[in-house]
């Protein structure tokens, strides 16, 4: 039996099991979940991964950030002030520096021994579904037409996951698994994970920012820190663009009728065309949920950092939140100790100083 592929024969079982499920299930949730899982299925059989074509209509991208953005109005601020603290020197990242060319059997070892060093929960549920990587686990060589760089396919009702990685042969290839088995377990733990907004994005980049540490430590591979720190400080670039959006979100007296008067607030609000473009290829990337995530998910880190017990406990608690009012379930965060902009200073410092220290 090959390893690590998953086709359209393993989606032709899960349908036949999900509607076996639903002609004996009674609860109405479930049929409801199971439902969904039958729907994603079919559309996930149909659907080219490969191709990805990026929006140019720029109202409509507008439109797709600001419905997307007003469901978190109560981070605005802190995002605000998370551009604001980190808007300093950017130091980009030398693709050159991430050239990796990890086996498969590299990426499945590095990830397992990864996950098994946090332990706990997250180990136990790693593992619940690691097991089942040879038809759960698919790799394909990455093109510049793939966006995203992985994805994983959530069948909640069956509790299976389906991931597929586009090797680059850099890095990302690693921060890419580890961050997609962050999504299985923490939909696993509590299937809301897999509501389309910021949360369900915290944990697996909390993941990324372990497992640089982790292979760090393993290899001492100083070039592999330098292109993290320059991969930070892409993301903070982009919260220039979530910034311009909540900016127009704040002046906006009506809904434009057309991109004539949406590009005229823009300018009225000094605002350039150069950034206005950037503000959209921004949105098309999903900046507006990936940004608010990787803000928390720097805070985790961090208290990792000094408390990794307590730090695994907060999130053994996250996993438990219920999702349906979000600025409640942040608010429960910061009650835990993990307060936005808390410790982004600090880190900020450390990059400069990791920088300095490796480039010597």
């Keep these: 039996m090959p390893k690590y592929i998953w086709t359209n024969k393993d989606f032709k079982r899960c349908l036949r099991s999900l509607y076996e499920a639903k002609s004996r299930e009674t609860n109405p949730k479930l049929i409801k979940l199971i439902d969904a899982d039958i729907s994603l299925l079919k559309e996930s059989s149909n659907f080219d991964f490969d191709i990805h074509n990026p929006q140019n209509d720029y109202l409509k991208m507008y439109r797709i950030g600001k419905k997307y953005l007003y469901q978190f109005f109560y981070l605005w601020p802190d995002l605000e002030k998370f551009y604001n603290i980190s808007n300093g020197i950017f130091i980009y990242p030398n693709k050159q520096l991430s050239l990796i060319n990890f086996t498969k059997d590299d990426l499945t070892t590095l990830t397992h021994d990864f996950y098994k060093s946090l332990g706990g929960n997250l180990y136990h549920t790693f593992m619940k579904h690691f097991k089942e990587?040879?038809?759960h686990l698919s790799f394909q060589k990455y093109k510049a037409s793939n966006n995203p760089r992985a994805l994983t396919i959530p069948l909640m009702y069956l509790d299976e996951y389906f991931i597929k990685i586009y090797q680059s042969k850099t890095?990302?290839?690693?921060?890419?698994?580890?961050h997609e088995y962050g999504h299985v377990i923490a939909i696993s733990n509590n299937y809301k994970y897999n509501i389309d907004n910021y949360w369900s994005e915290i944990i697996p980049v909390l993941m990324e920012f372990l497992i640089l540490d982790f292979y760090y430590d393993l290899?001492?591979?100083?070039?592999?820190?330098?292109?993290?720190i320059g991969t930070h400080n892409i993301i903070v670039d982009q919260s220039c663009s979530i910034v311009d959006l909540i900016d127009i979100l704040n002046t906006e007296k009506e809904k434009f009728k057309n991109e004539f008067e949406l590009r005229k607030t823009v300018k009225e609000l000094g605002i350039s065309e150069e950034n206005l473009d950037l503000c959209i290829k921004d949105i098309n990337n999903e900046t507006?949920?990936?940004?608010?995530?990787?803000?928390?998910?720097?805070?985790?880190?961090?208290?990792?950092?000094?408390?990794?017990d307590k730090t695994l406990y907060i999130i053994d608690k996250m996993l438990k939140f219920d999702l349906v009012n979000l600025k409640e379930d942040h608010e429960k965060l910061v009650s835990l100790g993990i307060n936005a902009n808390a410790s982004l200073k600090e880190y900020e410092e450390e990059l400069k100083q990791k920088e300095l220290t490796l480039r010597r």
């Design 171 to 178: 890095i990302n290839d690693l921060l890419d698994i580890v």
């Design 219 to 228: 290899t001492k591979d100083k070039n592999i820190y330098l292109y993290s």
């Design 288 to 308: 507006y949920y990936y940004l608010p995530a990787y803000m928390m998910a720097l805070e985790l880190y961090k208290s990792y950092q000094n408390d990794p």
């Design 133 to 135: 990587k040879d038809n």
